[in-house]
């Protein structure tokens, strides 16, 4: 069981920069591939970016690729999403997933944190 919290949303102006953390909780962290998947408004959540368990293999959105960096600090049972160059297009909730495999659709995931808010004004 993984429990996830994310943390470091809210409203900045296009061209700025958020991270997002997201906490897990659970002593397996460390043994799952992780994702970042955002909503907006009246939207399908989509996949934006994921990590493997060890970090050593990282895949992006083409619409975030260049502009948004996944990591994670297993040692702290954290990962993170540093957002650059933030669009307002770029506005939804944020959610993080654990998954077994490496993944891009959400039916992969298992466990879900509550989302966190960014909003890009523009």
């Known amino acids: 069981q993984v429990q996830l919290v994310e943390s470091g949303g809210g409203l900045v102006q296009a061209g700025g920069s958020l991270r997002l953390s997201c906490a897990a909780s659970?002593?397996?962290?460390?043994?799952?591939?992780m994702g970042w998947f955002r909503q907006a408004p009246g939207k399908e959540r989509e996949f934006v970016a994921g990590?493997?368990?060890?970090?050593?293999?990282?895949y992006y959105a083409d619409s975030v690729k260049g502009r948004f960096t996944i990591s994670r600090d297993n040692a702290k049972n954290t990962v993170y999403l540093q957002m650059n160059s933030l669009k307002p297009e770029d506005t939804a909730v944020y959610y993080c997933?654990?998954?077994?495999?490496?993944?891009?659709?959400?039916?992969?995931?298992?466990?879900w944190g509550q989302g966190t808010q960014v909003t890009v004004s523009s």
């Open positions: 659970g002593r397996t962290f460390s043994t799952y591939n």
């Open positions: 990590i493997s368990w060890s970090g050593s293999r990282t």
């Open positions: 997933a654990a998954a077994g495999p490496i993944a891009t659709k959400s039916g992969k995931y298992d466990y």
